[in-house]
């Protein structure tokens, strides 16, 4: 029980003095993971409302994968980016691997396929309620989507954050396709699972801390933009 | 050029079943009068899916339902329809009007003006930047009729939009109808309510279980009914199966 209040002690230390390499890797993590989301967003939230909205052959097949796909285990992922970007495989020409970009690319196989379902539920949630109206106003189905979207925007931030989540706390995908490769591409969970194997507790706790924290922050100011928003809006 | 008329509305052999059971069964008529066209009957009639029908939202299973030859889309914009629960977009009520305009591809320079107008003429000016989803049934109501209106429309389909009023609120809405068709926009609106009935009408269309019973001029229909049914049912007597 001492040990661990030390390491809590020495992590708060390291954190308060805005260690370098600290900062460095939380720095990374932030990139990689916003910019996965970014990607992954322009990618799935068209994607679920056209699933909603749009009958096509094959639909149910594709809401199939994609909710499978919700639940993929990320060393999976890892493994299967990995091949495709290795010298051998087929994007093996562009030198990705082992790279942060790589490592964004896993992310977003990762974290598309829950957004793009939650995107599909909250859409075709929205759908059933205006869908009548709309279309009694006049609407055609291509002006639909893009006024569901916007009607449902304060639920999509919401869904678009749970990607953020799964993005910003995985660690398998990252570091098979990342390496863990110091002042490159070590990013806080690849870190913390690097230093508690070498036992130094300190620097894991303080990472995991860190790593809690930047959840609090972005969680909550998520929230108050929405309900900012929410209250110029409505 | 002056612009098509949009009467006479021909309904013709006009039937709508669902699961076997006929809602609407061989309705024909014409309507070609201006003023307020009431659609009267018990629940259950085809009052509603009438309209549904007129505005282009449900397709018949036999025979036909035009607007001066022309079948009806729910996107013209010379026709607008309005729900006795209407449902409002996730924004104040200006911006709900604006999304209206939007969807009809009304100049931009027009929007302010449209909007004061149908506000001033609904009397939800004080309202205009409240959110829609906030405001009371009775205020919801007269939005619903502003949204409907702001587009000048020659026909107004409404569907019971008194249904949930209390009797200020539907007092309110029966006069702003009126005012509407003396503007001339052809009203044509369902109800069950005799006396709003007999308020607003200036014609009948009596329907009971599908079928169009009666079709005459309002002060024909209440002083002189043709059929027993109608007879029966101004006498709020409950009405037989036919």
């Known amino acids: 029980m001492n040990d661990f209040s030390q390491a809590f002690l020495k992590a708060a230390q390291l954190i308060l003095q805005f260690d370098e390499g600290l900062i460095e890797i939380v720095t990374l993590s932030l990139q990689v993971s916003m910019t996965a989301v970014f990607i992954a967003s322009m990618i799935s939230l068209p994607l679920g409302a056209a699933l909603a909205l749009y009958k096509f052959h094959g639909r149910g097949l594709v809401v199939a994968l994609l909710n499978t796909f919700m639940g993929l285990p990320p060393v999976v992922v890892g493994l299967v980016v990995y091949l495709i970007l290795s010298r051998s495989g087929p994007l093996g020409a562009l030198g990705l691997l082992f790279t942060p970009t790589a490592m964004i690319i896993a992310q977003v196989c990762l974290i598309a396929p829950i957004i793009a379902a939650l995107t599909r539920q909250t859409i075709l949630d929205a759908n059933d309620e205006c869908h009548e109206q709309l279309r009694a106003l006049g609407a055609r189905s291509s002006s639909m989507m893009g006024t569901l979207l916007w009607e449902t925007r304060y639920s999509l931030v919401t869904n678009v954050f749970a990607g953020f989540g799964r993005a910003i706390a995985e660690v398998g995908a990252v570091l098979i396709v990342g390496g863990n490769i110091n002042h490159s591409t070590r990013v806080m969970t690849t870190a913390i699972a690097l230093e508690t194997s070498k036992g130094d507790i300190e620097l894991a706790l303080a990472l995991g801390m860190i790593l809690i924290m930047l959840s609090l922050i972005v969680t909550s100011a998520v929230m108050s933009a929405r309900h900012a928003a929410y209250k110029i809006y409505s | ?242």
């Open chain 2, 1 to 242: 050029m002056q612009p098509a008329p949009v009467l006479p509305l021909e309904i013709q052999h006009l039937s709508f079943a669902r699961q076997g059971k006929p809602l609407l069964d061989n309705v024909n008529t014409i309507i070609e009068s201006v003023g307020i066209t009431i659609i009267l009957g018990p629940n259950g009639a085809g009052k509603s899916l009438l309209l549904r029908i007129a505005h282009g939202l449900d397709l018949p299973d036999h025979g036909s339902l035009k607007w001066n030859k022309h079948i009806p889309q729910p996107r013209d914009s010379w026709r607008t329809f309005v729900f006795q629960k209407p449902v409002f977009l996730q924004r104040n009520v200006q911006a709900n009007l604006e999304y209206v305009l939007s969807l009809h591809k009304t100049a931009k320079t027009e929007h302010d003006a449209l909007i004061r107008e149908a506000l001033q003429h609904t009397g939800l000016v004080e309202l205009a930047v409240r959110s829609a989803r906030t405001l009371s049934g009775g205020e919801q109501q007269r939005l619903n009729i502003a949204r409907a209106w702001i587009l000048k429309p020659k026909v107004m389909l409404l569907d019971e939009p008194t249904a949930e009023l209390d009797p200020s609120g539907v007092a309110t809405i029966e006069m702003l109808i009126k005012t509407i068709a003396q503007q001339n926009t052809k009203i044509i609106m369902s109800t069950h309510s005799l006396d709003q009935a007999k308020r607003l009408a200036h014609e009948v269309l009596f329907l009971h279980q599908g079928k169009l019973i009666e079709h005459t001029p309002a002060n024909v229909f209440f002083a002189q009914p043709k059929t027993r049914l109608a007879e029966d049912f101004i006498a709020g007597k409950l009405l037989n199966r036919i």
